[in-house]
């Protein structure tokens, strides 16, 4: 298997949801106390459906038995490792259950991920209506349909990113009281999701993350929590008056509200083997102004983000110089070779002996965000392979320069500009920058990676691994580092095009 294939098999868009799912995070030492940061820590959660647990607790109560996903009807080699939540409320309800029958299908949909790995990032425009789902093919969208309107309940049509406290309390209200809320997004109904912490007067710094799924939509998250029999459960009345479930295990604590016209559930970091105490739990439910949260109100449409998500709704236009490369086999000049050439001269003289090479599909994107597109095109031998890409940027001079990238060099390209990695001791995601002279000013043409976010394994004197974990070059943990990449794969994926005349056309201004 190639690093690409590795990469796509471990970390592709369409396997995961641009709805952010939850992970079961295992929060082994006392948190320490951060600054609060913009990003949002969440990750995908990668899991099966569990058996309804005997030992469960709270029986005859709604609590959090009451959320348990039924066991998928696909049969399964191992058990699941987990009890699973539903996080739009209880098993009952049409929301839970439609839930519960679309992770049904997708356990049975595509189980060797054959399917996705020929979508690959070439994703159907007509199905960008269902981007806050895991729907890479028409036969999900259709099933996504169906299971909607079984229930009577709407779809996801669109989702803001809310950028910090500030903003949280602009859309709705001061619910917070004492609480640190990072950013996180709201849907359009007014589901909304965020990670925060409580300072507790017992525990202290206290970490969670907090959802409200409005009633009627069809939401695709669920939690896992290990096994419930290990958690205690009680019901308690808030400083405000309102009745709230809450249940602490080992490594976790769960907040449950039934808010009418919404569900809540608030998924603590940290159990009763870090120390968190029932006091500390109650503390955190009476932290909230939860009255507030109800009736839900949608957000200002305004907020719809149309760049990127609004994909094709405004092209980049491409200079003359670019149409000269592309179309009429116009001169560029190859960084790597030093020297100047055309495309058809490039593909010929860089292919393997024996075989050709091609331009098999081009993307047009600003890789290093200066307000100019460059043009990437990704290369294929005649043999079937991908083999690499070449990347097309004009400098202020207009000249263009082409840079030859290595396969694993970029990988899910966004529409922001951002991508991937995978070398064979780091990966990461990051930003692409451009150089024009050399250390001491000498013209030297070259590119590099500026990482977001970067995984690096080395070893030490003795020859034992290590791994390190870092976002924006801070070193973090395995789970903040994993919840980062979670929000890069959900962003939207660059759109690429067959390379031909038609579709190359389209991006100069006739």
């Given at each position: 298997?190639?690093?690409?294939?590795?990469?796509q098999?471990?970390?592709?868009?369409?396997?995961?949801?641009?709805?952010?799912?939850?992970?079961?995070?295992?929060?082994?030492?006392?948190?320490?106390?951060?600054?609060?940061?913009?990003?949002?820590?969440?990750?995908a959660?990668?899991?099966?459906?569990a058996?309804l647990?005997?030992?469960?607790?709270?029986?005859?109560?709604l609590?959090?038995?009451d959320?348990?996903?039924?066991?998928?009807?696909?049969?399964?080699?191992?058990?699941?490792?987990?009890?699973?939540?539903?996080?739009?409320?209880?098993i009952?309800?049409?929301?839970?259950?439609?839930?519960?029958?679309?992770?049904?299908?997708?356990a049975?949909?595509?189980?060797?991920?054959?399917?996705?790995?020929i979508?690959?990032?070439?994703?159907?425009?007509s199905?960008?209506?269902?981007?806050?789902?895991?729907?890479?093919?028409?036969?999900?969208?259709?099933?996504?349909?169906?299971?909607?309107?079984?229930?009577?309940?709407?779809?996801?049509?669109?989702n803001?990113?809310?950028?910090?406290?500030?903003?949280?309390?602009?859309?709705?209200?001061?619910f917070?009281g004492?609480?640190?809320?990072?950013?996180?997004?709201?849907?359009e109904?007014?589901?909304?999701?965020?990670?925060?912490?409580?300072?507790?007067?017992?525990?202290?710094?206290?970490?969670?993350?907090?959802?409200?799924?409005?009633?009627?939509?069809?939401?695709?998250?669920?939690?896992?929590?290990?096994?419930?029999?290990?958690?205690?459960?009680?019901?308690?009345?808030?400083a405000?008056?309102?009745?709230?479930?809450?249940?602490?295990?080992?490594?976790?604590?769960?907040?449950?509200?039934?808010?009418?016209?919404?569900?809540?559930?608030?998924?603590v970091?940290?159990?009763?083997?870090?120390?968190?105490?029932?006091?500390?739990?109650?503390?955190?439910?009476?932290?909230f102004?939860?009255?507030?949260?109800?009736?839900?109100?949608?957000?200002?449409?305004?907020?719809?983000e149309?760049?990127?998500?609004?994909?094709?709704?405004?092209?980049?236009?491409?200079?003359?110089?670019?149409r000269?490369?592309?179309?009429?086999?116009?001169?560029?000049?190859?960084?790597?070779?030093?020297?100047?050439?055309?495309?058809?001269?490039?593909?010929?003289e860089?292919?393997?002996?024996?075989?050709?090479?091609?331009?098999?599909?081009?993307?047009?994107?600003?890789?290093d965000?200066?307000?100019?597109?460059?043009?990437v095109?990704?290369?294929?031998?005649?043999?079937?392979?991908?083999?690499?890409?070449?990347?097309?940027?004009?400098d202020?001079?207009?000249?263009?320069?082409?840079?030859?990238?290595?396969?694993?060099?970029?990988?899910?390209?966004?529409?922001?500009?951002?991508?991937?990695?995978?070398?064979?001791?780091?990966?990461?995601?990051?930003?692409?920058?451009?150089?024009?002279?050399?250390?001491?000013?000498?013209p030297?043409?070259?590119?590099?990676?500026?990482?977001?976010?970067?995984?690096?394994?080395?070893?030490d004197?003795?020859?034992?691994?290590?791994?390190?974990y870092?976002?924006?070059?801070?070193?973090?943990?395995?789970?903040?580092?994993?919840?980062?990449?979670?929000?890069?794969q959900?962003?939207?994926?660059?759109?690429?095009?067959?390379?031909?005349?038609?579709?190359?056309?389209?991006?100069?201004?006739?």
């Open positions: 298997m190639t690093n690409r294939e590795f990469y098999k471990t970390f592709s868009q369409v396997h995961s949801t641009s709805t952010i799912r939850w992970e079961d995070f295992a929060q082994k030492e006392r948190p320490k106390k951060r600054r609060p940061r913009r990003l949002w820590l969440l990750a959660v990668v899991a099966v459906l058996a647990s005997a030992g469960a607790v709270a029986a005859n109560l609590g959090v038995r959320l348990l996903l039924p066991k998928s009807t696909v049969q399964s080699e191992k058990p699941a490792p987990a009890d699973s939540l539903s996080l739009s409320g209880y009952t309800s049409p929301e839970s259950q439609a839930l519960a029958e679309w992770n049904d299908f997708l049975s949909y595509d189980p060797d991920g054959s399917i996705a790995r979508v690959g990032n070439h994703m159907d425009q199905l960008a209506k269902y981007s806050c789902y895991s729907v890479y093919t028409q036969d999900m969208a259709d099933e996504l349909e169906e299971i909607a309107a079984r229930y009577g309940l709407t779809l996801h049509t669109w803001h990113v809310v950028e910090d406290q500030a903003e949280w309390i602009s859309l709705l209200g001061d917070l004492d609480n640190t809320a990072y950013s996180g997004r709201i849907y109904d007014g589901t909304f999701h965020y990670d925060g912490y409580l300072t507790t007067s017992g525990y202290g710094e206290l970490s969670y993350q907090f959802r409200r799924s409005v009633k009627g939509t069809l939401n695709d998250v669920y939690l896992n929590v290990g096994d419930l029999s290990s958690y205690q459960e009680w019901h308690y009345r808030t405000e008056g309102r009745e709230v479930t809450l249940d602490l295990g080992p490594d976790r604590g769960l907040v449950l509200a039934d808010l009418e016209d919404s569900f809540l559930l608030i998924n970091l940290a159990g009763t083997e870090q120390g968190v105490s029932r006091q500390d739990l109650e503390e955190l439910a009476d932290s102004a939860l009255s507030l949260l109800t009736p839900a109100r949608p957000p200002d449409p305004s907020l719809r149309t760049t990127p998500q609004g994909a094709g709704t405004s092209v980049p236009v491409l200079s003359a110089r670019f000269s490369v592309l179309l009429e086999d116009g001169a560029f000049y190859d960084t790597r070779g030093s020297v100047s050439t055309t495309l058809s001269r490039f593909l010929q860089h292919a393997p002996r024996g075989d050709g090479l091609s331009a098999d599909t081009f993307a047009v994107v600003d890789l965000r200066d307000g100019a597109p460059e043009v095109l990704c290369l294929r031998l005649d043999s079937g392979p991908y083999s690499g890409w070449v990347v097309l940027r004009q202020g001079s207009g000249t263009i320069y082409g840079y030859t990238l290595e396969e694993q060099e970029l990988l899910d390209l966004k529409t922001d500009g951002s991508y991937s990695y995978s070398y064979d001791t780091s990966q990461g995601f990051g930003l692409m920058f451009f150089t024009d002279t050399d250390a001491s000013g000498r030297s043409h070259d590119w590099g990676t500026a990482p977001l976010g970067s995984v690096d394994t080395t070893t004197e003795t020859g034992t691994w290590r791994t390190d870092y976002l924006d070059y801070q070193s973090v943990t395995q789970a903040e580092y994993e919840s980062a990449f979670s929000v890069q959900s962003k939207e994926n660059a759109s690429w095009y067959p390379f031909t005349y038609v579709y190359l056309a389209s991006f100069w201004d006739t």
